[in-house]
């Protein structure tokens, strides 16, 4: 995300569209693999994630270090969240495995 650093260019503006489209593809695949991932739960989740991370990048290449670290706390939360939320898909979708 070198272009964190200027979050109005065209240039970021346009990498974000396309990572945000990546989300979008990627939860349509795990919606349709596991019935208890909808796919709008996950591309919430995925663009909150992305939205975080995008915090944290642009923190970090401004040198704003508490911002950065404040932003990867959040990260970090998130993602534990996130694997939470897909490990009760698994488990719901396969109890007899756990």
Known sequence: MKYAKKPASAK??????????????IAGFLSAANPNWSKDMLLT???????????????????????DIAAFDEVYVQAMLMADDLAKGVIKQHPEKI
């Open 12 to 25: 970021f503006l346009d990498a974000d569209k396309r990572w945000h489209a990546n989300a979008e593809e």
């Open 45 to 67: 989740m995925f663009n909150d994630h992305l939205a975080l991370t995008t915090k944290q990048a642009t923190s970090r290449l401004n040198k704003q270090w508490a911002a």
